[in-house]
């Protein structure tokens, strides 16, 4: 079993930056086939997909929303992925959820039943 754990949620005010990490621990096995990703939820709504960066390759993949301002990185030696923030609003504002997948799973990278590992959640809320 693979456990995530987030960290770095805040309140932060608009055009403001924030980092989130999510540290992989857990079971022994190396993370050289998986996607990392990132996803974002806020109340009512469908879990929407942020950001991914393959663990091997370090291709990243970002939603229209956040390709810019966002960025996707990795740290293999920490089992440990982050997300970058820049320019910050407030439709960012949302619980951020890391994600893996063994790409086992039919779907894409895009789609959250695709991943078989998440992490609790973050809260990340943006100030106007």
């Not at 923030?85 to 959250?112: F, I, P, W």
């Amino acid at each position: 079993q693979v456990q995530l754990v987030e960290s770095g949620g805040a309140l932060v005010q608009a055009g403001g930056s924030l980092r989130l990490s999510c540290a992989a621990s857990g079971r022994t096995f190396t993370f050289s086939t998986y996607v990392m990703s990132w996803f974002r939820q806020t109340p009512g709504k469908e879990r929407e997909f942020v950001a991914a960066i393959t663990w091997s390759g370090g291709s990243t993949f970002y939603a229209d929303s956040v390709q810019g301002r966002f960025t996707v990185s990795r740290d293999n030696i920490k089992n440990t992925w982050y997300l970058q923030m820049n320019s910050l609003k407030s439709e960012d504002t949302a619980v951020y959820y890391c994600a893996c997948s063994d790409r086992q799973r039919r779907g894409t990278h895009y789609d959250a039943p695709w991943y078989n590992y998440w992490g609790q959640g973050t809260q990340v809320t943006v100030s106007s």
